[in-house]
């Protein structure tokens, strides 16, 4: 199974793939889509929608996988999260591709069997588990998403 997983943000996007095989866990391409804070809305949401397509024309991914938004003290921050997630999820079913979506928790749990991971044990995991040092937090947590995804089958039958 290959999965796309996003961490979704429209100032940073981090994005993952991750392929597994015979409860094997593999990186194939990982990074972060970056936009400028003056940039218009709509362009920035294009940079996200353009770069999920590419990924899912150049890589196939079998689905991909996003962070749930996570509504905190900042309600302009959550509605922005909103929009990149409305970009990757139209994006998705512009390609033909399942998304599935992940509370944070849920994601932590999965990878860390913490459900309260702080950033960094989430980036400590996605390096043991994967074998690559992810420098980019964006990233790290994309990847965690897959992770979390991939592992799903085998997590409800264990």
């Known amino acids: ?3 796309l997983g996003i961490d979704p943000g429209t100032a940073a996007c981090g994005y993952g793939i991750v392929h597994e ?15 400028r804070a003056g940039q218009r809305q709509d362009q920035r949401l294009k940079t996200i929608f353009e770069g999920v397509g590419e990924l899912i024309k ?64 989430i980036q400590r995991m996605v390096k043991l588990v994967l074998g690559i040092d992810v420098k980019n937090q964006h990233a790290a947590d994309a990847l965690a998403v897959a992770i979390c995804h991939a592992t799903a089958p085998r997590m409800a039958a264990a």
């Open 1 to 3: 199974m290959k999965v």
């Open 21 to 35: 095989s015979e409860g094997r866990l593999r990186a194939t391409v990982h990074g972060c889509w970056t936009t």
């Open 58 to 121: 150049e890589h196939g991914p079998d689905a991909v996988a996003l962070e749930e938004s996570y509504v905190g003290a900042d309600a302009r921050i959550a509605l922005s999260v909103g929009q990149a997630r409305g970009a990757v999820l139209v994006a998705c079913a512009a390609a033909g591709v399942e998304a599935v979506e992940y509370a944070p928790a849920h994601v932590k749990q999965a990878v860390c069997g913490y459900g309260r991971a702080d950033k960094q044990q």
